[in-house]
């Protein structure tokens, strides 16, 4: 096998919200095809640097820089890093009444169309896709024609979010916590919608505070995220060792905050 | 950074319509007294009934106070700097056909999307075009003559059927009615009249078409449609102005009447110049609309998109009178800026088993305030009468207003009351959730808010309905930051 490609390359990030400097310089290469998972305790900036790479304003970058597909990531608007491939699936998926999912789902699949220079898709070819794609995450038909996240339950919004993920076809999945609040089926659901959209081409960070997850979605590399900062990296037996030892093993140095 | 440039960009384009046309005009000098009530009758050649009425009018209004208690504000407004006439001068009285209408109106209201060449017009749609005081053209005339349809200009009416308009005028909005009605009943101009004849169902869509033109006029028409038994009209409204630093007054009229089994849809797209972003100038849009039900089983259905007007105020309303009649409201009202709405319906249940519905959905972006206030009575005769209403109000930014004020009366036990109401904002979390899925802010604004008003929309006429959309994209542009 040949050396691949890196798809994602994080390099000294630092970043603030609302003040409070959250990352501290976190190093983190992600090559294509790979699924990592980033562990860590809670307030440690897993989904803190889930939304700086997708570019959620508030989040300030103060020093570092991200290269994806060996492009600043960090200079794009938060709707062009979308257009080129980064997905971000969110731990708590907005409502958004008055806009049906298949409508909402259609002028993104559209935009990032355009963006690539692929003729837009008609609303009967759109159909087809999406038929095809709801059956990764087996989500009902009725919940594609309701408004976006509206009256959805935990796991049909993190379900929802799977699926969107199966349409727009992204080259870099960033899956926040998509764990939380499943139940056993729900999750095992999930996962295998998730490991069916695991490709070659495409590369995933899972952040996610349970190993859990990773029982059912094995990572290729496990980080784990410590007061900012990446502290460790390891195969998967690393998120068993977590499990049964958790975090205070890997307290950072002292002086180093 | 790069966001100020898009929002330089949309502030430059954000109001389409603001052009002024250089055409000489007929202005009469500003002021208002008896004399000029009387100077704009004479121009109009209008007969003694009409010009007593009109000075009755003007009588009354000197004996009666400007309102105060609509949740607007305004600088007091100086009636005596305010030119009552203003008519583009044509070589002759009223234009017979297109071929003598001044090319620059032409070329105005192609410019304004509504191009009155019939080989050039909208399909489907009647347009009778109002510039300043005066009705320039009406298009397809003949066709409408063929099934007994009038639709002309008010003044036209005036002299060629006045039995009718003495018959109908004020018979909705009196005179007396309020304030600024009668001021227009005073001074109006010009405006449509509309009728359509026992059992004919009006063959295409009937429009009128308002522009503000010149600088210190007042608009004030009247328009007046009457539905005769079992006949049907759509009739479509849309005004616009130029860009200007001072407030225009725009005090209008509008009368409908529905006989046994009529039908009246009313649609307006109002986009009159709000003001600019610091809330200068704008058209003070302060407008009297009623209909009657007065036949068994008849209906009027009022739909508006006001998206324009630094002030909007008034609230078309409907009067249930014939037995079984239906009244409806439909609704979007968009505050930008500082742009100030109060506007609702007021549903007079008067007959048995009248219906109303009122769907009204209210946006405020910027530093817009935006109120609905609505009235639905029930009389004491009115047995099983029935309203249903929604008031829906959506924030954009935390600079806004949003208020409601539904006013119920029921004098009768039997009545069926029925009141929804939601206040919603779009959050940065939801603009966030469209920009990390590939779609703009400004498209997700633009999705948002076309889901909030969908119900309202598919009242409208097609065409309508998507320049409604658009109107509505570009009212709600740099909104979000």
């Known amino acids: ?257 | 950074m790069k966001q100020d440039v898009t929002t330089s960009e949309i502030i430059e384009r954000e109001y389409r319509a603001g052009f002024v046309t250089d055409i000489e005009a007929e202005n009469i000098p500003a002021g208002l007294s008896e004399d000029v009530v009387r100077l704009i009758s004479t121009k109009k050649n209008e007969p003694q009934w009409l010009l007593d009425w009109r000075l009755k009018a003007y009588r009354h209004w000197l004996t009666m106070t400007e309102p105060r208690w609509q949740n607007v504000h305004y600088a007091p407004i100086d009636y005596q700097s305010i030119v009552y006439y203003s008519a583009p001068k044509q070589a002759k009285k009223g234009p017979k056909s297109l071929a003598e209408v001044d090319p620059k109106l032409l070329e105005t209201y192609e410019k304004l999307g509504v191009p009155l060449h019939e080989r050039a017009r909208l399909a489907g749609v009647a347009v009778d075009a109002v510039f300043d005081s005066v009705s320039v053209a009406t298009t397809f005339r003949a066709k409408l003559e063929e099934v007994g349809v009038i639709f002309c200009s008010f003044s036209e009416a005036v002299q060629n059927h006045p039995e009718l308009v003495k018959k109908w005028l004020g018979s909705v909005v009196p005179y007396t009615d309020n304030f600024f009605a009668t001021l227009n009943s005073a001074v109006f101009s010009d405006g449509s009249f509309c009728y359509i004849p026992k059992g004919v169902r009006c063959p295409m869509e009937l429009s009128t078409y308002f522009r503000i033109n010149s600088a210190n006029t007042g608009q004030f028409e009247r328009t007046l449609i009457v539905a005769e038994e079992g006949s049907y009209v759509s009739y479509l409204e849309g005004c616009t102005a130029p860009i200007r630093d001072e407030n225009q007054l725009h005090a209008a009229v509008v009368e409908l009447v529905a006989l046994d089994r009529a039908q009246i849809k009313y649609s307006t797209v109002q986009n009159w110049y709000p003001g600019d972003k610091n809330g200068k100038g704008g058209i003070y849009n302060f407008v009297t609309k009623r209909g009657k039900c007065q036949g068994k089983s008849s209906k009027i259905s009022w739909t508006q998109v006001e998206t324009g007007s630094a002030i909007t105020w008034k609230y078309p309303s409907c009067i249930l009178q014939g037995d079984d009649s239906i009244g409806e409201f439909y609704s979007v009202a968009v505050t930008n800026n500082y742009q100030q709405a109060d506007t609702g319906t007021k549903m007079i249940h008067i007959g048995k088993n009248t219906r109303s519905t009122i769907v009204s959905k209210g946006i405020s972006a910027g530093h817009g305030q935006n109120t609905y206030r609505g009235l639905v009575k029930i009389g004491k005769n009115a047995e099983n009468g029935r309203n249903y209403s929604q008031c829906d109000s959506l924030l954009v930014g935390d600079k806004c207003g949003a208020h409601t004020f539904p006013y119920i009366e029921v004098l009768n036990s039997t009545a069926q009351m029925e009141h929804e109401a939601s206040t919603s904002k779009i959050g940065e979390d939801q603009i966030f959730y469209f920009q990390q899925r590939g779609i703009s802010a400004e498209d997700a604004v633009s999705m948002i808010v076309n889901g909030f008003c969908k119900e309202v929309f598919k009242e409208l006429p097609m065409e309508f309905a998507v320049e409604a959309q658009k109107l509505l994209g570009v009212s709600l542009e740099g909104s979000v930051g």
């Open chain 1, 1 to 257: 096998m040949g050396q691949k490609d890196t798809m994602l390359e994080v390099k000294d990030l630092h970043a603030s919200v609302g003040g409070n400097k959250i990352l501290r310089g976190v190093n983190l290469s992600v090559p294509t095809g790979e699924v990592h998972a980033i562990m860590g305790p809670n307030g440690s900036g897993k989904s803190t640097l889930a939304h700086v790479l997708a570019g959620r304003p508030g989040y300030e970058v103060t020093k570092g820089e991200v290269r994806y597909k060996g492009k600043d990531l960090l200079a794009m608007s938060p709707e062009q890093r979308a257009r080129e491939g980064v997905f971000l699936a969110f731990q708590y998926p907005v409502e958004i009444s008055g806009v049906s999912n298949v409508y909402f789902l259609k002028a993104a699949a559209n935009a990032i169309r355009k963006h690539r220079g692929q003729p837009e898709l008609d609303a009967i070819d759109f159909l087809a896709l999406v038929k095809e794609k709801a059956k990764v995450v087996d989500i009902d038909e009725s919940l594609i024609k309701r408004p976006v996240n509206e009256g959805f339950s935990g796991g049909e919004k993190k379900r929802n979010e799977i699926f969107q993920m199966a349409v727009l076809d992204p080259a870099l999945a960033i899956l926040d916590e998509t764990d939380s609040g499943l139940d056993i089926d729900a999750l095992r659901i999930v996962a295998a919608g998730v490991n069916q959209l695991r490709t070659p081409e495409r590369a995933m960070v899972l952040v996610t505070h349970y190993q859990r997850l990773l029982d059912y979605i094995v990572p290729d590399v496990v980080h784990v995220l410590l007061d900012g900062r990446i502290v460790k990296s390891g195969g998967k037996d690393l998120a068993l060792e977590l499990e049964k030892k958790g975090y205070e093993w890997l307290e950072a140095p002292a002086g180093s905050r």
